[in-house]
């Protein structure tokens, strides 16, 4: 098995159709249909533990505010969004973990937009005309995301800057506070919520809440008990409790779960991506 690194996706793309390569991981939104549509390729979504949120930086103004932060929550429409990038294919987060971890409470409607809400939440934080850095990964995903958080923070009155940066920009603007929001995405490598919550949420913890600045004393007390606690029904309301306090915080804007979406030669047999990013490739085969 070789694995190539294509940087354009709709190279990788026209590679699959002509059978140069057998499979595409990350395909483009924009590229899923046109894919499904094609003999011979096999274009699933499979299961992931993979979030998309927007990072707020809670070490300087406007969002050391919880007000401004709640603004921001209430303004960004998730549903309408994740329509917007994924056509669909994604589900709208409810909370800033991953879905598909344990103990999610899918009933758990999270913050519905409501942006009157906002305006009136960001009027009383004193926060309205603040400027919002808004630093921009590479990809078109986190392109198309950065428009419109601009766009519907604009709506309230705040004054949102897009900024363009490379990966080590990225992890260094971030590490360093020196942003104030951010589109990304994460995922966690197993279903149990103790990593997770260790690496986006525990501000006493080595990421400092996946550099969003975020701490919480329940939660950090919380994020104890959770790793201690053995009785499942326990361990269950305990990280839910954790998930409301986050995302009544906004620790960040949960945006959408997004499934893996990977496009197969139906040549190949037995061969899927599993939640953990990782191939099965015990059993595949390759029809010639």
Known sequence: MELLEIAEPETAAAMLKTGEVDV????????????????????????????????????????????????????????????????????????PLPGSLQFHDDNYPGVVADMEKAKQLLAESGM???EVKIIL???????????????????????PVLVNVDTPGWWDATGK????????WW????????????????GECDSHAFNTFYN???LNELTEQGSRE????????????????????????????SPYAIAYSKRLKNLKMTPAMQWTLEETTIEQ
């Not at 990809?139 to 604009?154: D, R, V």
């Not at 506070?177 to 990304?184: L, R, S």
């Open 177 to 184: 506070g020196e942003y104030d929001a951010t589109p990304t």
């Open 24 to 95: 595409m991981r990350g395909v483009n939104w924009s590229q899923v249909d046109d894919l499904k549509a094609t003999d011979g390729i096999d274009m699933r979504m499979e299961p992931s533990n993979v979030i998309f949120v927007s990072l707020l930086n809670h070490g300087r103004e406007p969002f050391s505010s919880l007000k401004a932060r709640q603004a921001a929550a209430y303004a960004l429409d998730n549903k309408a969004l994740t329509q917007a990038v994924t056509g669909g294919y994604a589900k709208p987060a409810n909370t």
């Open 187 to 202: 995922m966690n490598e197993v279903t149990d919520p103790d990593l997770a919550v260790r690496w986006a949420l525990c």
């Open 128 to 130: 309205a005309g603040k």
């Open 137 to 159: 990964g590479g990809g078109s995903t986190n392109q198309q995301i950065g428009l419109l958080m601009q766009a519907q923070w604009e709506a309230i009155g705040l004054k």
């Open 230 to 257: 053995q009785d499942p029904a326990k361990r269950a309301a305990i990280y839910q409790e954790i998930s409301k306090i986050a995302t009544e915080e906004v620790s960040q804007i949960p945006l959408y779960y």
């Open 216 to 218: 919480n004393k329940r």
